[in-house]
């Protein structure tokens, strides 16, 4: 089995779909990390050099309920057409005779960027109507999304089986990339995993277990462990239904031999705000009307020491409140030390998410890390040998 790429056609005058990923961070309608859209750009170029029309489809945030200005794709046109330095049109809808003009009229060697898949239900849903309507609009579709690879949704798998299809050249530089450093990777292998989508990761992290031989937890994520332990974590970020999973993955971990590292001590707040009051507490000394929003020193040093054992760190999710400083420190710090460590050729270092990426990159780490991953989920569950949908479409 192969990876179908671009090699495999002649796009010229061709409509060709590109699932791409413009689900970039934003503050206030501004795109504060534009790691994905620079990502994107080999692809829409190629593209448009082989005399194609690109048009792109992306979904963005988790609309529940149609429509909804904030996560339209709109507001990423301007930061995506100066990157790419072409112009950008946009289509108010990813389908229909909106979508249909709007690739009708498009120039040649200009881009057209479709609004959000996920604003259909049939996008998260597979529905064969919705991936058809999508693939009315092509001729070709590329799929240069591994970030989303994981989700078998419309514009990702369902899609793939009605037109010709390939990967994109993010798409096949990720899985080359990945597999290069992560195959057979050097032991110890440490996994860092923090941030706030905890329920979705709680249960990648049971299957990291096995492959993995230690797991720094911090973030969001390690609120739930500590609540598991029966410490009082106040008002912290926490999904109390999951302590059981918890449990059972801190039991799991012994039985395979998978060190677990919590955090020791914590950086507590009243006020989820740029420099609110902070202390410095011991991890199970949360004041019941106060938050964790970093890990504390000693857990950084504790981190550290670990690090130094590693020989392989693959990391996902921000150990604190990274976008509201002091809580970028853990996060900045131990940043800062795996990129030292993969300099001095002691580690290889591999990071990915949407918010770990822009965390890596405020701090400056990540262009010295081996390896930047857009994808955060699908890298997790790459690594824990799946198949991800999105990408054995893609195989033949
Ligand atoms: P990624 O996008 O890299 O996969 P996530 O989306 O899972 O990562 O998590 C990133 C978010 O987690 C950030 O917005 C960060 O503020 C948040 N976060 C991390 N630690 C905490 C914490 N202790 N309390 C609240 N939010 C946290
Ligand atoms: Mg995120």
Redesign the pocket.
């Known amino acids: 089995m192969r990876l179908r790429t671009l090699d495999d056609f002649d796009l010229k005058d061709k409509n060709v779909l590109i699932r791409v990923d413009m689900n970039v961070?934003m503050l206030n309608g501004q795109v504060t990390d534009s790691t994905r859209l620079t990502r994107a750009v080999p692809t829409i170029l190629e593209v448009l050099e082989k005399g194609g029309k690109p048009i792109l489809l992306s979904h963005f945030g988790r609309p529940t309920r149609g429509f909804d200005l904030t996560m339209s794709t709109q507001q990423a046109v301007i930061a995506l057409s100066n990157r790419l330095k072409k112009r950008v049109h946009f289509a108010t809808s990813c389908i229909g005779e909106t979508a249909q003009l709007a690739v009708d009229t498009l120039p040649k060697g200009d881009v057209l960027l479709l609004e959000n898949t996920r604003f259909h239900q049939g996008e998260k849903k597979n529905e064969p109507r919705f991936a058809a309507e999508l693939a009315k609009l092509g001729d070709i579709f590329v799929s240069d999304t591994f970030s989303t690879a994981h989700r078998a949704h419309a514009s990702v798998e369902g899609i793939a089986h009605l037109l010709p299809s390939c990967a994109g050249r993010l798409m096949e530089e990720e899985i080359y990339r990945l597999e290069a450093v992560l195959s057979t990777p050097e032991r110890p292998v440490l996994a860092v995993v923090?941030?706030?989508?905890?329920s979705?990761?709680l249960m990648l992290l049971e299957h990291l277990i096995g492959p993995m031989d230690k797991i720094v937890i911090?973030?969001?994520?390690?609120?739930t462990f500590l609540a598991a332990q029966g410490h009082n974590i106040g008002q912290?970020?926490c999904e109390h239904d999951m302590q059981d999973t918890a449990r059972s993955i801190l039991e799991n971990a012994k039985v395979m031999n998978c060190e677990i590292i919590l955090p020791v001590d914590?950086v507590a707040a009243k006020e989820?705000s740029a420099n609110s009051e902070h202390e410095i507490l011991p991890a199970n000394k949360c004041p019941a009307d106060a938050?964790?929003?970093?890990?504390g020193p000693k857990t950084i040093t504790l981190i550290k020491k670990h690090l130094d054992e590693a020989k392989t760190v693959i990391w996902?999710?921000?150990?604190?409140?990274?976008?509201?400083p002091p809580?970028n420190i853990a996060?900045n710090e131990a940043a800062a030390h795996v990129a030292f460590l993969t300099e001095t050729g002691k580690v290889l270092s591999v990071a990915?998410?949407?918010?770990?990426?822009?965390?890596l990159n405020g701090s400056g780490s990540a262009k010295r890390f081996t390896y930047i991953s857009t994808a955060?989920?699908a890298f997790l569950e790459w690594l824990e040998g799946k198949t991800l949908p999105g990408v054995a479409v893609l195989m033949s």
Do not use: C, R
């Open positions: 961070p923090g941030g706030a989508k905890v979705s990761k911090g973030g969001g994520m390690a609120n912290s970020l914590i989820f938050m964790i929003l970093d890990v996902n999710g921000p150990l604190g409140a990274f976008e509201i809580y996060t990915g998410g949407g918010d770990t990426v822009a965390a955060g989920g």
